[in-house]
C-alpha cells in the first residue's frame, strides 16, 4: 500500500478579524471545543495539544462556498479500512500481533510544518498544541488598576528572548505545564479593560506586539525543536502590518507554512450571542454581567479602529487565508495547497453556533459483559433491559417535561421530538437499548461505524482466554493500547476506530439538533475524550462502566457533562457529578 505524502501543519492563530467580526469565530467554538479558532488574544480558554478531535476525510452540505486559486479535494480519501474488512497486510500471519505503524503516526513524519489559523488535529495523528497570546498577556502583562497590581496569580511566565532570526534558544515556558488560562483570586473585574486594547496608546500597543511574538517564538520552537506538526497562533492579527511580521517570522524557519483565517460577521443576532458567550470567558468570568458587556463592546470599537481585511495586495504576495462569513454560511478559500489545509476549509464549512445537549450512554448489559467476554453480538440480559427501559424514559422526559400536555401542547411536543436525532450501532445490544423511542416513532438511525472495536482472532473471548492462548498478543495489547492493531481479519486498532468514527463527527458537528448515541465501551470513550479534552494517551484506559449516562452540552469554552448513574433499587437515574468526575476516571482501568 502506497502511504500518501501528507503536509505537516503548524496552525498559527494568525486569524484577521474585524473586532466586530471575532465574535462570530469565537461564537463558532461553542459548537465545539475542537474547533479552536478564537481568533482575538484574549478571550481562548486555555490551550494545550488536547482539543477535540479535527474530523478529516468527509464532504458535507454548505449553503454557499467560494475557492480562489486552491486545491480543494472534494472527497478526500479515506485512509483507514471500513470495520470488519479484510487487512492483507496485517492479518493471519505470524506477525499479525505486532503494531503496524500507522496512518497516524506516518502523519507526523512526512511533509512540511503548516501554520493555520485555530483548529485541532491532535485526534488525527497530528502532533497538535495550541499557542494562545490571551493567556501569556494575562500572565505578563501588568495590571491596569491598582487594585488589580494586589491580586494573586497562581503562577507567572518568563517571557521569551528573540536573539536571533532563527529559533535555537531554549524553549519559552507556557503559562502553565498544561496551557491553561491563569486563575486569579477573588477577582472582582478584570486585569485588562478595554483601554488596554486603545490603538492611540502606543505603550500598551507595543506591550501586545511583544506578546504576540513572543508567542509565536514559542510555537515556532515546540514545531523546530518538539518535533510538533501544527501549531496554532491563537491571536488577533487584524492588521497587514502584524500578518507580514507573521509571515516573515514563520518564513525564517524551514517547511513551516501558514494559513490565515478571517472571521467577518454582518448577522446582528450572531454578533449579540457571541458577546453574550464572552461572559464566561476567563477576561470576564468574574466581572458583572453588564460592566463586562459594555467593556468587550469597547473592546470591539478599539479592534475596529485598526483592523484591515485581507486585501488584493496581500493575495498578489502569496498569502494564504481562509475567509469564513457569518459563522460558515460562505467560506472563501486563497492559495490553499496541500491535505490539512485543504481540510481546514471543509471543517469549517460545517461549523454553528446552535447550543444543543447530547446523551450517550453505552448499551445496557449484555450476557457477554457478565463473563467479561468480548466482541461478538449478544442480546441484552435482563438486567440490560431495565437500564435501556430507565435510561430510555430519563432521556425523553429531559425532552419532553411531563408538565407539557398532549394534546393543549401536541405542537411544542412535536417540535421538541422532531429536534433530536436517535443513534446506534447495529449489533443488538445497542438496538435493544433504544426500544423506547423505536415504540414512539422517535428519529432513530442505526450506524454500522458505531460498532464496538474488531477484536479480529480474540473476538468472542474472555480477558483470560486471550491472556492464556495468545500471550504475546496481551503483552502487546497491555503495553500499547492505542495503536496495537488485533490480529486476525479486520481486527482493529483504537485509531483504526477513530478513523472510522471520523465521518460521524463531523456530521455531529454539522448537525444542529439534539442527540442521543447509544453506542460501545470504545466508540465512548473516543466520543468523551473529543468533547472533554481527554489526551489520545489516556483515552484507551479511561473508565466508561455500564448503567452510565452522559450529558454533555457543548459550549464556548468546552463542554458541560453531567453524570447519571442507574440505581437498579430505585430505578431511578440518579445525577453522580459533573467534568471533574469524568476527569477522575481517566487512565483508571485497562479493559479491552
Known amino acids: 500500500m502506497t502511504i500518501p505524502r501528507l503536509p505537516t501543519v503548524a496552525i498559527t492563530a494568525a486569524a484577521t478579524l474585524r473586532p466586530a467580526d471575532q465574535a462570530a469565530v469565537s461564537a463558532a467554538s461553542a459548537a465545539s471545543p475542537m474547533l479552536l479558532f478564537e481568533a482575538t488574544d484574549t478571550d481562548s480558554p486555555a490551550s494545550t495539544s488536547d482539543y477535540r478531535l479535527f474530523p478529516l476525510l468527509r464532504s458535507g452540505e454548505t449553503s454557499a462556498s467560494e475557492a480562489s486559486d486552491s486545491h480543494l479535494p472534494l472527497e478526500p480519501p479515506m485512509l483507514s479500512l471500513p470495520p470488519r474488512a479484510s487487512i492483507p497486510s496485517n492479518s493471519i500471519s505470524k506477525h499479525s500481533h505486532r503494531i503496524a505503524k500507522g496512518t497516524a503516526a506516518l502523519r507526523n513524519e512526512f511533509g512540511p510544518k503548516l501554520v493555520i489559523v485555530m483548529v485541532d488535529l491532535s485526534w488525527c495523528g497530528f502532533k497538535t498544541k495550541v499557542f494562545n497570546v490571551g493567556n501569556r498577556r494575562r500572565v505578563n502583562a501588568p495590571p491596569l488598576s491598582a487594585q488589580s497590581e494586589s491580586l494573586k496569580i497562581e503562577y507567572a511566565l518568563d517571557s521569551p528572548s528573540r536573539s536571533s532570526n532563527r529559533i535555537s534558544t531554549p524553549a519559552p515556558k507556557s503559562a502553565n505545564a498544561d496551557g491553561a488560562s491563569p486563575v486569579i483570586i477573588n477577582r472582582p473585574g ?46 488577533t492579527n487584524s492588521t497587514v502590518e502584524r500578518r507580514r511580521a507573521v509571515v516573515e517570522r514563520v518564513s525564517s524557519e524551514e517547511g513551516i507554512s501558514v494559513v490565515f483565517v478571517e472571521s467577518i460577521c454582518t448577522d446582528m443576532e450572531v454578533l449579540e450571542q457571541n458577546i453574550l458567550m464572552k461572559l464566561k470567558g476567563p477576561d470576564y468570568i468574574n466581572m458583572p454581567p453588564d460592566e463586562a458587556i459594555a467593556d468587550f463592546r469597547e473592546r470591539m470599537k478599539n479592534y475596529e479602529k485598526v483592523y484591515e481585511t485581507i486585501s488584493e495586495d496581500e493575495e498578489n504576495n502569496g498569502i494564504s487565508y481562509i475567509k469564513i462569513i457569518n459563522v460558515g454560511k460562505k467560506v472563501i478559500a486563497h492559495n490553499i495547497h496541500g491535505y490539512l489545509a485543504s481540510q481546514c476549509v471543509f471543517y469549517l464549512m460545517q461549523i454553528h453556533i446552535k447550543e444543543r445537549t447530547l446523551w450517550l450512554s453505552r448499551h445496557g448489559e449484555s450476557t457477554y459483559n457478565r463473563v467479561n467476554r468480548i466482541g461478538g453480538d449478544p442480546p441484552l440480559t435482563p438486567l440490560g433491559k431495565r437500564y435501556a427501559r430507565a435510561m430510555n424514559d430519563f432521556i425523553k422526559k429531559d425532552i419532553i417535561p411531563p408538565h407539557l400536555d398532549p394534546v393543549n401542547d401536541a405542537e411544542e411536543i412535536s417540535r421538541r421530538r422532531q429536534g ?173
Not at 209 to 227: C, F, G, R
Not at 491 to 520: A, K
Not at 580 to 588: A, H, I, K, Q, T
Open 190 to 235: 478584570t486585569l485588562h479593560d478595554s483601554s488596554f486594547f486603545d490603538p492611540k496608546n502606543k505603550q500598551y500597543a507595543a506591550t501586545r506586539e511583544k506578546i504576540a511574538m513572543d508567542t509565536l517564538d514559542e510555537l515556532l520552537y515546540w514545531l523546530v525543536h518538539e518535533d510538533g506538526k501544527v501549531a496554532i497562533h491563537d491571536a
Open 420 to 592: 433530536v436525532h436517535v443513534w446506534t450501532s447495529t449489533l443488538q445490544r445497542t438496538l435493544g437499548s433504544i426500544e423506547g423511542f423505536e415504540e414512539d416513532d422517535w428519529h432513530v438511525v442505526h450506524f454500522k461505524a458505531l460498532g464496538e472495536i474488531f477484536a479480529g482472532i480474540c473476538e468472542d473471548m474472555t480477558l483470560e482466554e486471550i491472556e492464556g492462548t495468545y500471550p504475546e498478543v496481551w503483552a502487546e495489547l497491555t503495553k500499547n493500547k492505542l495503536n496495537y492493531r488485533y490480529p486476525g481479519s479486520g481486527g482493529e486498532s483504537y485509531n483504526d476506530v477513530i478513523d472510522r468514527i471520523r465521518p460521524l463527527i463531523v456530521e455531529l458537528e454539522r448537525m444542529e439538533d439534539n442527540l442521543v448515541i447509544i453506542t460501545h465501551q470504545v466508540i465512548l470513550r473516543t466520543l468523551l475524550a473529543y468533547f472533554g479534552n481527554c489526551s489520545l494517551e489516556e483515552m484507551p484506559t479511561t473508565n466508561i462502566p455500564l448503567h452510565v449516562l452522559y450529558k454533555v452540552c457543548p459550549k464556548p469554552y468546552g463542554a458541560d457533562v453531567s453524570v447519571y448513574k442507574w440505581n437498579e433499587e430505585t430505578d431511578e437515574m440518579e445525577l453522580i457529578g459533573g467534568n471533574e468526575l469524568l476527569d477522575s476516571e481517566r487512565g483508571n482501568e485497562f479493559s479491552v
